[in-house]
């Protein structure tokens, strides 16, 4: 996926130095809703489209047949369109997704159509459609919570056991795959037949006016983060001066703060960034471990507490992330974090200039920024289906002639569109989303996540005491995933 994203990033950069930028078409947002802009410089299309196949990947399957033409129905509850529109005034992703579907119409006799169904509602309508042993789609688009759920009812095909899958391929998502494993099946994943898990991944926004009126370099502060040494103690060191009261004298929303974000989410995307994810994937054995009864966690977790407890440093009163935002559109925070998807609504909202950055890395020993992607929706195929072949030569020519249809056109928006605002800009963004990680599905009696999260609001040091209370039961847990799965 790097080296696509890398060809496809060179391509508009070079098209950067000849052409204003200009906004475009809003893609979806997990957080917000979608409205329409203007339409990016036509040039850039072509830009990319040239350089979105790497030379160096091989279709696999024949590129035109009718063996498998027919009807595929997605149940979708993405909010994305699977079958996309004609229509010039369109979305320009569900333009895309268009072009997409008329080339699996055109070479393989494949006409895409979906059932929309709210995300509330998905994993119940799957689980009994699929039970019934007759569903009425062949695939679903879930999210990550639900197809976890009913994974682990054995309600999902092995796309790991289906022929005409390549899944090493670059246009499967390789950290997906790693993550999501149930032993050695893969019931769910992504690829570039989709993109909410761009729009889901998280990362930090930075304030130009903020940089420049405390005598900062964003150039400079780009650089750092394209060179790998965009750290914990680097964002600290930009953010410690940047507080300022309003005058009242009190510590409110109303101020001026270094750093801002849902507490929660923040503090679990700090340990993803420092690469202290709870739960990791042993490289020896394949097999999940819990990461964060270790004492490398221990140290990144009082790391990131060291960081970010200063007094007045991170504004911590922020319930929703549509408050976070706002503080941070309204010039009274250096740092956001928050998804790649509120760009949407900052774009239109934000009068001064923006940047963003990959989740700081925990030092510059660490070797590579991870950036953690919370519940975005993933292809998962029932595993009562009547002709699995099927499924998988359709599901892997969509993702193969996504590349240069609907991955390069989601690229374009961000470079246009909603994200980029500089030239540095499409490094960053490849940093970005050449680093998404996932959670391992490990089902836990002990709700470790969601604790450890609440001790980092809290301040608490108590996190070693914490981690002696659970390890017996957290390794019994994977135990028993490990058996129930394999």
């Not at 221990?298 to 790391?303: D, E, K």
């Not at 892997?396 to 500089?422: C, K, N, P, W």
Request: with cysteine; aromatic share 10%.
């Amino acid at each position: 996926m790097k080296k696509i994203t890398k060809r496809i990033l060179a391509a508009v950069l070079a098209a950067m130095m000849l052409l204003p930028l200009a906004s475009c078409a809003n893609t979806a947002d997990p957080n917000a809703e979608t409205t329409a802009a203007s339409a990016p410089p036509a040039q850039t299309t072509s830009a990319i489209e040239e350089t979105t196949v790497d030379p160096a990947e091989v279709f696999e399957l024949p590129a035109e047949t009718q063996e498998y033409a027919g009807k595929l129905v997605i149940l979708n509850s993405s909010g994305l369109t699977a079958v996309g529109l004609d229509d010039a005034s369109a979305d320009l992703l569900d333009q895309a997704v268009f072009r997409r579907n008329a080339i699996m119409s055109e070479r393989y006799g494949v006409e895409v159509s979906e059932i929309v169904v709210k995300s509330s509602k998905a994993a119940t309508t799957a689980e009994n459609e699929i039970s019934s042993g007759d569903p009425s789609f062949d695939v679903a688009m879930l999210n990550y919570t639900n197809a976890t759920s009913l994974a682990r009812k054995g309600l999902w095909y092995d796309l790991a056991s289906i022929n005409n899958i390549s899944l090493e391929k670059s246009w499967w998502d390789q950290s997906a795959n790693l993550n999501y494993r149930f032993g050695d099946h893969l019931y769910y994943t992504y690829s570039n037949m989709v993109t909410s898990h761009f729009d889901h991944v998280r990362c930090f926004y930075f304030n130009h006016t903020i940089m420049a009126d405390n005598n900062l370099s964003v150039d400079e502060l780009y650089q750092k983060a394209i060179d790998g040494k965009w750290t914990l103690e680097e964002m600290y060191n930009y953010a410690k001066d940047i507080y300022k009261d309003n005058g009242n004298g009190v510590a409110d929303k109303d101020d001026l703060y270094p750093v801002v974000g849902v507490p929660s989410t923040t503090y679990s995307a700090l340990c993803s960034g420092a690469d202290a994810s709870y739960i990791k994937i042993d490289p020896k054995t394949s097999l999940p471990y819990a990461y964060f009864t270790t004492e490398g966690f221990v140290n990144a977790y009082n790391l990131i507490l060291d960081t970010m407890t200063g007094e007045n440093f991170f504004y911590t009163g922020c319930a929703k992330n549509t408050e976070a935002t706002d503080m941070f559109v309204n010039g009274h925070a250096l740092f956001l974090m928050t998804t790649i998807s509120n760009s949407n609504t900052m774009r239109s909202g934000m009068k001064d200039d923006f940047g963003f950055l990959p989740l700081p890395k925990r030092d510059t020993d660490q070797e590579h920024y991870t950036c953690n992607a919370p519940n975005p929706y993933s292809i998962a195929v029932p595993s009562c289906v009547k002709d699995p072949e099927r499924i998988g030569f359709i599901l892997e020519a969509m993702a193969y002639h996504s590349t240069e249809t609907v991955r390069s056109t989601y690229f374009e928006i961000r470079l246009y569109g909603q994200t980029s605002r500089d030239a540095l800009s499409w490094q960053t963004l490849d940093l970005i989303y050449s680093n998404i990680a996932y959670s391992i599905p490990v089902q836990s009696t002990i709700g470790y996540s969601s604790k450890i999260n609440g001790m980092m609001v809290e301040g608490s040091r108590d996190i070693s005491s914490y981690i002696a209370s659970v390890k017996t039961s957290m390794e019994k847990d994977i135990e028993n995933f490990i058996n129930g799965v394999d």
